[in-house]
């Protein structure tokens, strides 16, 4: 069965660092991974999409990364701004797992603070 | 404004009622699906719709069910609710290019007690 971890869990940075959010999973047969952040009490909003056969996406100051062979894909964020401060999710989309690549497995996130 | 929506926001229900979450998108999206998140266990997969008539589960599809009989529109069913059901739920949608799901859209969450 395809498991998602992100490590740390949480994760406290003074304004201005770059940091750098990890992901794993332990079937490399995915169709994409996609990282998602959630405000409290909010929905998801996307933020990068990486299809199977795609090393990185690029968004503003965000770059994800895919190494499939590995099972790993890590979340850059550049000169941090409090206004980043929410939790991280990475979900997977599974060839394995649930029949199609329609299921989406989830990491149980990382919550980032950002301190002024 | 393209978005997914969701209703109601909040229910609180009993054991046994019958009650319909709907979810509607007007992003003219092939893929459509349902999670619930809960504390601990993060969110998971209910079921999920690859295009009208076409649905399929996702991880925790007991005592769910879904119907697609629009592209729009993808509710979600709980023909008899139980404590256990009690969570925050989200919709959400995508196209499809080449196959392949492409980003998706949440919407704003159905938060749900069961008494």
């Known amino acids: 069965k395809q498991e998602v971890t992100q490590i740390p869990a949480a994760l406290s940075v003074p304004e201005g660092e770059n940091l750098v959010l990890n992901c794993s999973f332990t079937d490399s047969a995915i169709y994409n991974l996609q990282w998602f952040r959630q405000d409290p009490g909010k929905g998801l909003t996307s933020l990068l999409l990486i299809q199977s056969s795609q090393r990185e996406q690029t968004s503003g100051r965000l770059n994800a990364s895919l190494d499939k062979s590995s099972g790993r894909s890590t979340l850059y964020i550049a000169a941090s701004q409090p206004g980043d401060s929410a939790t991280y999710l990475c979900a997977v989309s599974s060839v394995n797992y649930g029949g199609s690549q329609g299921n989406l497995i989830f990491g149980k996130g990382t919550k980032l603070s950002v301190k002024p | 404004e393209a978005q997914v929506t969701q209703n109601p926001r909040y229910l609180i229900t009993v054991t046994g009622k019958k009650l319909t979450v709907t979810c509607s998108q007007n992003?003219?999206?092939?893929?459509m699906s349902w999670y619930r998140q809960d504390p601990g266990l993060g969110l998971r997969q209910i079921y999920y719709s690859m295009n009208v008539e076409v649905t399929d589960k996702g991880d925790v599809p007991e005592g769910y069910k879904v119907s697609r009989k629009e592209k729009r529109n993808f509710p979600l069913i709980l023909e008899s609710p139980s404590p256990n059901q009690t969570s925050l739920y989200f919709c959400a949608s995508s196209t499809l290019q080449q196959g392949l799901r492409e980003t998706q859209y949440f919407g704003p969450g159905t938060r749900l007690l069961v008494l």
């Open positions: 992003m003219n999206h092939e893929y």
